[in-house]
C-alpha cells in the first residue's frame, strides 16, 4: 500500500477552495493512519484553444485523489480531466481516483431518438481509460454506474441538506409539505419525507420539448402549508419557477427548494429571484457563490469523509444508515 495519499487540484480552478478544505479535513482527522499531502494540477489553454494539462508535484507510487472543478463548460471538463489522468498515470501513480461531484453529460444516458449517441457512456469510458475509481454525488440516473467498470461511489447528499434544513428552518419545517416537481423526482421527495416526518405532495408536467414546461398539475394539500421542492439538480428553473407558481395559486404560503446541482444556465438564477420561490438550497457540488435568494451548503464534510473511508479501507454506505 502507498506509504503517501496526494489530495489534487487546480489553483485557478474554482473548486481549487474546495479542495483545499478537504484536504485539511483530512490532515486534521485524529482517527487518521495514513499520510495526506495536497499538490497543485495546472490546467490551461493555449492560443489556439487546445488545453494543456500538468501535474506539478510527484506523484509516483502515490495513490491521487484529483478533484475536479465541476463549474468548467462540459467539453473543456471532460478534455482537461482526460489529460490530467493521462498525466498522472504516466508518471506512475499508484492509484488515479477522480473526485467529481458533478458528472457532465449524466443526463444523457440512454437513446431518447434514433441516431443519437450515449453520452454517459462515453464519458465513463474516456474515464475509466486511466482512473482507478471515481467519487461523484447524486447521478441523475444512478443506474448510470452500471457503465463503469472501475469502483464507483456515488454519495447522497441529503444528510448534509436535511442537517441543514433541521438546524436552520426548523419553524419552515413544522407547517410544510415536501413536493417533487416532476414524478421522476418522486423517490427523492418520498425520501427527504421519511427523513423529515413529512406529507408528499407530487406534480406533474408536460413537457414538449427540452427546456419548455408546457402545463402542470398537483396531486395532494397545499393550501395554508409551507412547501419544499427537492429535486436532483436545477438546470434552466423553468419547471422548478413553474411548480413554484402553480403552488401559490393553490394557497402555499413560503416555497422553499433544495437540489444537489445547481446548474443554473440561460438566466435561471435572475428567474429564481423573480419568482414565487422564497429560498432555494443548492450544494457546492459545482462552485458558486450565494445569489440574492440562492443559498449554498457545503459538501466538503461529506467528501473529506468518504476519502478518508476510502484510503483507511472503511465503508462507505455507513454514511448513509
Known sequence: MPSKILILADPKGKAFDFAKDIYNKLSNNPRKKRVYSFGEVEIKKFNDGEIFAKVNESVRKKTCFFIHDSSMNPQDWLVSLAL?????????????????????????????????????????????????????????????????????????????????????????????????????????????????????????????????????????????KNALIVDDMIDTAGTLCRSAEILKQRGAKQIYACATHGIFSKDAKERINNSFLDKVIVTDSIPQDKDGKIEIVSLTDLFAEAIYRISHGESISELFK
Do not use: C, W
Open 84 to 224: 490530467v489522468n493521462d498525466a498522472l498515470k504516466r508518471s506512475d501513480a499508484a492509484k488515479v481516483d477522480n473526485v467529481l461531484p458533478y458528472i457532465r453529460y449524466g443526463r444523457q444516458d440512454r437513446m431518447a431518438e434514433p441516431r443519437t449517441p450515449i453520452s454517459a457512456r462515453i464519458v465513463a469510458d474516456i474515464i475509466q481509460d486511466k482512473a482507478y475509481r471515481v467519487i461523484t454525488t447524486d447521478l441523475h440516473n444512478p443506474a448510470t454506474q452500471g457503465y463503469y467498470n472501475i469502483p464507483f461511489d456515488n454519495l447522497k447528499s441529503y444528510p448534509v441538506i436535511i442537517k441543514h434544513l433541521k438546524e436552520n428552518y426548523s419553524e419552515f419545517l413544522k407547517n410544510a409539505v415536501v413536493v417533487s416537481p416532476d414524478m421522476g423526482s418522486a423517490v427523492k421527495a418520498k425520501s427527504y419525507a421519511g427523513r423529515l416526518g413529512l406529507n408528499v405532495v407530487l406534480t406533474d408536467k408536460e413537457r414538449k420539448k427540452a427546456g419548455v414546461v408546457g402545463e402542470m398539475t398537483i396531486v395532494g394539500d397545499i393550501k395554508d
